[in-house]
């Protein structure tokens, strides 16, 4: 950690921050320059975290040189993680989609849509049993009988399911029926939510939130770390801007910049991230472009009267072109679908 | 709602937005025009939500009419919401200012701010005893125990106190503690959350989420109301922007805006909204120059060694020069402080 | 248009509205509904622009139908532009990639990217001449001399260029030797040098604005068009957000939302887009994947000692090595290189 | 400036490091911690502007410690700038409020708004001659025929005026008509414009871009400064973010910031602030809470005809009742108007 001192610091106030620096044994070292004089902590800066030096006075900037994440960083683990699921690895060379519906809403409108995903190759069936909906009087999924229909679902497809938890109280609940956990991105920083999915053994997918950095998005992940389970998958879903052609900006560069900073596998939402079925197709081209690990898409066998989200839906028969264009672009990368 | 239609959409297209539109009850009217045909939704619109129109084949796009919000908004009630809170009127002629430290450490921490900041002027003592932290390797506050500290401060200094829940378990814990509940930014689309606090008849602070429009803080209001609780204070605490100047970019144009659209009383918080204490007496006279009902100011006796937030904390002696500021230009515009 | 009443409107106020719109020639038509009466504006709303019925008394808000740019629009013109420069079809199935250094310093630097860039497949050759810099105090361009070395490298190569102009005064001398003119994202609303370049009959590539709207972006190009320039090139190159990771956040969404608003072609820089040189290659993967006609991208033969943007300039062997996975992925899409 | 170095950089790539830090005349200080090699470079750091360092092998991030613009800066210049124009002081303790309409339509209609202005107590008259528009099919302004209406509004009143210049071919033009030049925020980094107007001896006012950080701010000041003109105003007038309910969101922070950074005059411009009307009462009081040395307040007698900007402009009455509540504030601040 850097702290840049303000031009006409004292020499009393100059000594408070170098004890306050020794004080949590790390080392100071001071250095004047013309115009400014700095000083370095030398030694695990996450020990000065909270920002506390910037309020000592005659101080006039703290600047991080260490990354305030650990376990979800490449730095900490080298290679790449691989998740096993229901026998398919994620992380790895092959590119899996997850697709379906944003709501389930019956077991006939889920299978109208898990059968023709699973057939155009998509690996995973996506389904929200629980909603969080930004108004309380549109519909706010089934919740367990939702569940169930997944669970019904995976049993006739062999899909297996990703759905969300929305509340600390129901993670038990829907780890009985689900083999990844969604944290939505309205969730990303609920970090009661996060604590108890990172005590279960399951794999958790943590979605970006809506104007979440990259680096607190990593530090989101490293809650779910933190508690024990490293079993986790990054979804960069579109980051709220000023456009709004776009029902959010699908920020792909986040693909490869979580890839460096991350050994975690990061997948690609274009149906939130456009918020628009007609543009889904070149983004989830591009999101594997990109370099993405995997793509969640919502398919609706009737996307016009669906109770979420029915714009940002393709229906079967697009979803299944578009799974063919992937598959042509994945190959020419050297990976496949 | 109007719904345009695409140059070129067929008859057919044309009829099952129609039928939709008036399987739900509601009346359609079409006119055409020379480039574009458009299809009026007449009745309740929100009966029509979740955008699904937009998927309809020849739809080029949906515009509302009507606000999403209903319970809170200026229209449905025309007077200003006035709360009474240990018999202080909040939302009334008087400006309220709620101060203490961002979080709570320990009994005589939170009494060094709270005594100064009564005799200062502040009617209530704010304090966090359950932190939402970005790292899961900072201070997450005492729990229970920072409740129990709180209490204890209140019953010393006969302020009310107001604190954050995070978590829908402890929603009851809290209730039983303090006089206000506050949902923080990042639980402001915490919908299980905010459906807890709807059920409990005791005030609620609900901050706007650090990349939430109008509109949607207003549905976040509205979900606690539609529960029956319409005890409800917004708070403005900074939005996320490209500057990076400041923490936050806090959006005072949003208090006249809300004080359009709602009925309910508007807060404005200049230590989270800017981050730097030397910007809070600024913004804090700002806030009240545009209309605000009360501040929430971070008040610390030594904001050097806080374990959250110290760069953006008061000392007492500066709070309580800000005080007379505030209580001249209060006057200046015909209110108090 | 249609113009929205606020509740409670006067008969009076509503007649005004009408009485505005009838003067322009357009038809008023009312209609009221439980909540709202409104009135549509039928007829060319592009007479009722500058939004000036938002400040009649009684008007609640105005929701434009119509587009309000003409020349650039799918509507106009169904098919896709095509132009041709130096031989080169832009916008038809080949993607041309425009590589070359950020600014031109010397013959011996332009030619050490340029010789390379055309062996590996580029089509043109880029370079600035006259640089628009945030300081007074950087590097701000050879000037003409610049323009004259760039002459000389497509003597040596046979490359069409492609470069910048900034002030108005300098088309005349800018268009004498270069193929493509160049508006930078600072210059998209310079709105003198945009008339300029419509003056001349010469390709203009025109880069978004730096937190231009899709909709701002096609205007700035019908003030080109609206000169009786038709021959417009658009081009993404990042837009402003809050995350910091990149120095610009490169919107991909844009390209297939260009494409279905505008027959122009459209362009991807993913070296300004991005701001590092090691995320070039995926984002410029993902802006083909996405549907770019092209892409822009800075290569120094030496980017440690360029006069600008080296963290974003490619060394030309690995600029070779992603125009050969480039080649792949356009095949992939039925496109070529 | 501070160099941190990749874990496992090589002695060779920290040779080059420093090596092209002393090729500047700088001195290299290496400093080696437990996870990360820092080099701090010593001397004047503007030398190795351009982020070049960062396209070093083995450099990770490069931070910079001191300001990148210095004339312009208040530790170049301790006490405030004050101007005089017309007699009249410009960052004194009294505020000045240029008021009038957005565009110059006429003789008339500059004199409804001119003289009722000058009786409220604004001390300048504002209006446009030259007009950037977004649409190249709106009003673009009456170019000398407006500067000389407005030269005749300033016989017959004495308010001192201030008008826009759009194009460097212009500067002479109006600098012969006018007081004070504005830049607007569209051209805040048209380079060569702020080029131009540095080199004429008369006060410019400054808009803030519509996303420029108030660092790029204040180097488009230095440009003007650079050149020899330090007669420089600045101007807050709202910046993009995601919000739609105001056109721009007025960042009053920005205020208090530049006050510390800078000894300029700062102003706010409520009205394009918020593109509202009937918000820029409540921004105007709280841009002079926040410390603002003077107000740009648009002001129409008939803006629902007004050919430009008429939702945010005031009519006479409303904007002397707004002028009376600024004096109350002013003078409760220890200032004013």
């Known amino acids: ?55 000592f006075p005659g101080v006039e900037k703290v600047l991080p040189i260490l990354k305030p994440y650990k376990l979800v960083s ?17 992380g790895g060379r092959r590119i899996h989609v997850m697709a379906g519906p944003c709501s389930v809403e019956s077991r006939e409108q889920v299978l109208e849509a898990a059968i023709p995903v699973r057939e155009a190759g998509a690996t995973f069936l996506r389904g929200g049993a629980f909603k969080p909906r930004t108004s309380p009087y549109t519909f706010q999924g089934l919740g367990e009988e939702g569940l169930d229909i997944l669970a019904h679902a995976r049993a006739v497809t062999g899909l297996a399911i990703i759905t969300e938890v929305l509340d600390p109280r129901d993670v038990e609940l829907v780890h009985r029926y689900t083999d990844i956990l969604q944290i939505g991105a309205r969730n990303m920083q609920n970090f009661k939510l996060l604590t108890e999915v990172g005590k279960v053994g399951k794999p958790v997918m943590l979605k970006r939130g809506m104007s979440a950095t990259v680096q607190e998005f990593l530090l989101s992940a490293e809650y779910i770390a933190a508690q024990g389970n490293r079993k986790i998958i990054l979804c960069e879903r579109g980051i709220r801007t000023y456009e709004t052609e776009t029902r959010n900006t699908l920020d792909l560069s986040a693909v490869p910049v979580l890839k460096q900073l991350s050994h975690l596998p990061i997948f690609v939402d274009p149906s939130h991230g456009t918020g628009r079925w007609d543009l889904v197709a070149p983004m989830a081209l591009a999101g594997v472009a990109a370099g993405a690990d995997g793509l969640l898409i919502e398919v609706h066998a009737h996307p016009e009267v669906a109770l979420s989200d029915g714009p940002q839906s393709l229906k079967p ?11 042509r672009v994945a190959q020419a990368l050297g990976r496949e679908i």
Chains 1, 2, 3, 4 share one sequence.
């Open 74 to 90: 490449r730095e900490f683990q080298k290679e790449d993680t691989v998740l096993v699921v229901n026998g398919q690895q994620i």
């Open 1 to 55: 950690m850097i702290v840049v001192l303000k031009p006409g610091v004292t020499q009393q106030e100059m000594a408070k921050v170098v004890e306050r620096i020794e004080s949590l044994g790390l080392k100071a070292h001071i250095s004047e320059g013309k115009e400014r004089t700095i000083i370095g902590a030398i030694g695990d800066e996450r020990l000065l975290a909270d920002r506390t030096l910037e309020s």
């Open 317 to 327: 028969q697009k979803f299944a072109a578009l799974m063919r264009d992937l598959k």
